[in-house]
């Protein structure tokens, strides 16, 4: 299929380019009303979206199943970002350079077109970014990096005052308290990020975060690509961690497409559930 991608929904047996496939799918959300939450994940066919890293200290999407052809679909999900989502342990795996990639969209080349086309839709040069944390354990220089664009630190209303003043003094970010623990309860995140304006905003943190933000109504959208292989393992990660969701959580089938290019000798579907 080279280039191109299968559409097995909602059109069954149309090719699509895979370069823009996610480009365009915002678009015809209202301008005003509430912001619109969406997530992205990876994952095998046995569910893992992360496995313990060579140094067994952290956890890594494994090299089995991460490709370029969805890490492109990632940044074009992040183009269209006002905001991002992000978590205290990505900055912290940052200080300890551990992280492969910085907060997209991406600086290579290959993501010219992508910071063209936000600066064609009118859109600053890079979405601005939340940071959930409970333990306000985030390395301070680990925020440098991102001076250009406005940072937030979302907690609960119980957060420790001290860690606060220090992550928010001198204008480095701007604090939002949600909820009336440590942690975030997102029931009440698109109210305070609709005052801000934030019309996208993309979830790019893992289990935990989509839980908060899946038990606290606050997610739309999910886009989830499945590489057909198994890896097994006893520790790892799966896109959904925290107590079980009662209800369950319903979320449609918007749209599917087969990849049979990567990941080599199995390809992946992605698919797109919610609203
Ligand atoms: N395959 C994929 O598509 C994919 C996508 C995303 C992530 N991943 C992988 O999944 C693994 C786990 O990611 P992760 O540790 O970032 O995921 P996570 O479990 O969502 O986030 C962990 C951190 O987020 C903060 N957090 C989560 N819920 C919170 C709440 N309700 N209130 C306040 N803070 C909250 C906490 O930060 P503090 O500790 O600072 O309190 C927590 O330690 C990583 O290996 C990552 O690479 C894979």
């Known amino acids: 299929m080279g280039d191109q991608v299968l559409e097995l929904f ?14 365009d799918q915002l678009a015809s959300l209202p301008e005003d009303g509430p912001p619109f939450i969406y997530s992205n994940y990876i994952a ?24 370029d052809r969805d890490w492109r679909l990632f940044q074009e999900l992040a183009a269209q970002a006002d905001l991002l989502i992000t978590s205290g342990r990505y900055f912290r795996q940052a200080a300890d350079a551990e992280t492969q990639s910085e907060l997209p969209v991406g600086q290579a080349r290959e993501f010219d077109d992508l910071r063209a086309w936000r600066r064609d839709q009118g859109l600053r040069p890079q979405p ?4 959930f944390s409970a333990s306000l354990d985030i390395p301070l220089q680990t925020l440098e990096h991102y001076r250009d664009r406005r940072l937030f630190l979302i907690t609960g209303k119980q957060a420790d005052s001290d860690k606060l003043a220090e992550l928010t003094g001198d204008g480095r970010m701007e604090h939002i308290a949600c ?4 942690a975030v309860d997102a029931s009440g995140l698109k109210r305070h990020l609709q005052a801000l304006a934030y019309r996208r905003v993309y979830a ?18 999910l886009y989830h690509t499945t590489a057909h292989c198994l890896l097994g393992g006893k520790e790892f990660d ?28 199995c390809g992946q579907t992605m698919a797109v559930y919610g609203r």
């Open 238 to 265: 799966t896109f959904v961690w925290g107590e079980a969701l009662q209800p369950a959580v319903a979320l449609p089938l918007l749209a599917m497409y087969l990849d049979t290019e990567a990941p080599p000798g």
């Open 10 to 23: 909602p059109h069954p047996g149309q090719r699509r380019d895979l370069k823009n496939l996610y480009l």
């Open 204 to 221: 790019i943190a893992g289990p935990s975060v989509l839980h908060t933000l899946v038990s606290g109504n606050a997610l739309d959208r």
């Open 179 to 182: 909820g009336d623990g440590a």
């Open 44 to 67: 095998s066919l046995d569910g893992r979206i992360a496995l313990p890293a060579a140094d067994r200290h952290s956890h890594q999407v494994p090299p089995a199943i991460a490709n």
């Open 128 to 131: 601005d970014i939340a940071v």
